[in-house]
């Protein structure tokens, strides 16, 4: 029978601000998955990485299960009274509606499920990322399945020389799930030019060419589409099946020694370079930076091993001195320009309240115009 792996995470509350969950409300949520998921879930394993708490489950119910969901959705509405018996911060965030309603798609917690046959040896990587949103996953994903340089497996391994289906989502759409399936690398520019704009189009998935084996699922939803307004930035998810078929551990970790620019960081609205951390790693330097965490497992029968933390070995440590000084670099200049999010991504509503009202102090001055000059 399939083996079905899902993972959900919701910042259900942090101490000190946007930090990381206390002790006491891990706790609560452990013990909780413990109790929902006793006859249904073959393993578990609950992490943090920044404010938001991870549920991994492993199953043979299939992905957009109910009862999956449901056990998560407990796991986090129970956090939640916990977190606001302890008074920590923005307890119950991430839950935007008041009733469980069959699946916590669109109710506020990040999802990311996939159904596999399990191999002999089936090793993945669970990435969660804090103060940024699910775009932060197109560059590293493209470099790992689409780019020889970053991937020399799409050259030497023959099970790869196909290539791999890229489903693209257009996450400004509200209506129904819109979106493409692009094939690397016949369509690579076409992938090129949709993932440039990582605040729209989010991979949502990723295929072996040709209808082959899921490699990689991602967490889609924007949170401000399902509350109408925004309310803390979408924290991204991802489960990724590695080796043989698949882009090797090192070739899907490799991109992260970039510290590629993101959205996310103070407030929600600034632009800050993605910091790889060790799993359950708090926040703190300007509300960022923006921070991702992956630990790699091996699953066999359902049953999870202990975590390996990905981004332990110090060869990170360059990694992130670096990615301390861009964040630094960029701080430097404040609110001007490239370092704040466009007017459409802000978390808050003062600057376009603002220029709202300057909007009626403007008048025009008589003659030709100079800026169309
Ligand atoms: C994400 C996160 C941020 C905050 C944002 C605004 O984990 O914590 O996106 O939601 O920084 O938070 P407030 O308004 O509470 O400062
Ligand atoms: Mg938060
Ligand atoms: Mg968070």
Same mark, same amino acid.
């Given at each position: 029978m399939d083996l079905t792996l899902s993972v959900l995470k919701a910042d259900i509350g942090s101490i000190g601000g946007h930090i990381c969950p206390s002790e006491g409300l891990l706790n609560a949520v452990r013990k909780c998955v413990k109790q929902e998921g006793k006859h249904l879930l073959a393993d578990w394993h *609950?992490?943090? #990485? $920044?404010?938001?708490i991870a549920i991994l489950m492993t199953h043979r119910e299939g992905v957009n299960c109910a009862r999956i969901h449901e056990i998560a959705w407990v796991a986090f509405t129970q956090g939640t009274k916990f977190a606001k018996s302890e008074g =920590?911060? $923005?307890a119950g965030q991430d839950l935007l509606k008041d009733a469980f309603s069959g699946n916590v798609r669109g109710m506020g917690p990040a999802v990311a499920e996939m159904e596999f046959e399990e191999r002999p040896s089936e090793p993945f990587l669970f990435f969660a990322a804090d103060k940024t949103d699910p775009g932060a996953y197109n560059l590293p994903l493209y470099l790992a399945f689409a780019d020889p340089m970053n991937t020399p497996g799409l050259l030497l391994a023959p099970s790869m020389k196909e290539g791999f289906d890229f489903t693209i989502m257009d996450v400004s759409e #509200? @209506?129904?799930?819109? *979106? *493409? @399936? &692009?094939?690397?690398p016949e369509? &690579?520019?076409d992938i090129a030019v949709l993932l440039r704009d990582p605040e729209r189009y989010v991979v949502e998935s990723i295929r072996a060419a040709g209808g082959g084996e #899921?490699?990689?699922?991602?967490? #889609?939803?924007? &949170? %401000?589409n399902i509350a109408g307004k925004y309310t803390g930035k979408d924290d991204p998810v991802m489960l990724v099946r590695v080796q043989k078929d698949f882009p090797a551990t090192g070739e899907i970790l490799a991109p992260y020694a970039i510290g590629h620019y993101v959205a996310g960081g103070m407030r929600g609205s600034h632009n800050m +370079? =993605?910091? +790889?951390? %060790?799993?359950d790693t708090g926040i703190s330097y300007f509300d960022g930076p923006p921070s991702v965490s992956c630990a790699a497992f091996s699953v066999h029968n359902g049953k999870l091993t202990e975590p390996a933390d990905c981004f332990a070995s110090p060869f990170w440590n360059t990694v992130?001195?670096?990615v301390s000084q861009k964040a630094i670099e960029m701080r430097r200049q404040g609110f001007f320009g490239a370092a704040m999010l466009g007017m459409d991504e802000l978390e808050y509503t003062g600057i376009v309240d603002r220029l709202h009202g300057l909007n009626n102090e403007f008048s025009f001055r008589e003659g030709p115009s100079k800026a169309a000059a």
């Amino acid at each position: 029978m399939d083996l079905t792996l899902s993972v959900l995470k919701a910042d259900i509350g942090s101490i000190g601000g946007h930090i990381c969950p206390s002790e006491g409300l891990l706790n609560a949520v452990r013990k909780c998955v413990k109790q929902e998921g006793k006859h249904l879930l073959a393993d578990w394993h *609950i992490s943090y #990485t $920044g404010d938001d708490i991870a549920i991994l489950m492993t199953h043979r119910e299939g992905v957009n299960c109910a009862r999956i969901h449901e056990i998560a959705w407990v796991a986090f509405t129970q956090g939640t009274k916990f977190a606001k018996s302890e008074g =920590l911060y $923005g307890a119950g965030q991430d839950l935007l509606k008041d009733a469980f309603s069959g699946n916590v798609r669109g109710m506020g917690p990040a999802v990311a499920e996939m159904e596999f046959e399990e191999r002999p040896s089936e090793p993945f990587l669970f990435f969660a990322a804090d103060k940024t949103d699910p775009g932060a996953y197109n560059l590293p994903l493209y470099l790992a399945f689409a780019d020889p340089m970053n991937t020399p497996g799409l050259l030497l391994a023959p099970s790869m020389k196909e290539g791999f289906d890229f489903t693209i989502m257009d996450v400004s759409e #509200t @209506e129904a799930d819109r *979106i *493409i @399936e &692009l094939r690397a690398p016949e369509r &690579l520019y076409d992938i090129a030019v949709l993932l440039r704009d990582p605040e729209r189009y989010v991979v949502e998935s990723i295929r072996a060419a040709g209808g082959g084996e #899921t490699a990689a699922v991602i967490s #889609t939803s924007r &949170l %401000h589409n399902i509350a109408g307004k925004y309310t803390g930035k979408d924290d991204p998810v991802m489960l990724v099946r590695v080796q043989k078929d698949f882009p090797a551990t090192g070739e899907i970790l490799a991109p992260y020694a970039i510290g590629h620019y993101v959205a996310g960081g103070m407030r929600g609205s600034h632009n800050m +370079p =993605l910091m +790889p951390v %060790h799993q359950d790693t708090g926040i703190s330097y300007f509300d960022g930076p923006p921070s991702v965490s992956c630990a790699a497992f091996s699953v066999h029968n359902g049953k999870l091993t202990e975590p390996a933390d990905c981004f332990a070995s110090p060869f990170w440590n360059t990694v992130r001195d670096n990615v301390s000084q861009k964040a630094i670099e960029m701080r430097r200049q404040g609110f001007f320009g490239a370092a704040m999010l466009g007017m459409d991504e802000l978390e808050y509503t003062g600057i376009v309240d603002r220029l709202h009202g300057l909007n009626n102090e403007f008048s025009f001055r008589e003659g030709p115009s100079k800026a169309a000059a």
